[in-house]
């Protein structure tokens, strides 16, 4: 797969661990392991499915 300067520029799928205050998460991948830093919640995509 190719990649180029329209392609989607974001990481796959990440489950919301903590809420540390309003709009700051905590992250985790599907396998449990968290995510060194916390995250607004400008900063990530809601996923549906």
């Known amino acids: 797969m190719t ?3 329209l392609d989607s520029n974001w990481e796959g799928l990440f489950i919301i661990r903590n809420v ?3 709009n700051t998460y905590k992250l985790a991948r599907h396998d449990g392991t968290l995510l060194p830093r916390t995250w607004s919640g400008n900063d990530i995509r809601r996923f549906y499915s």
């Open 3 to 5: 990649s180029g300067k």
């Open 20 to 22: 540390l205050g309003p």
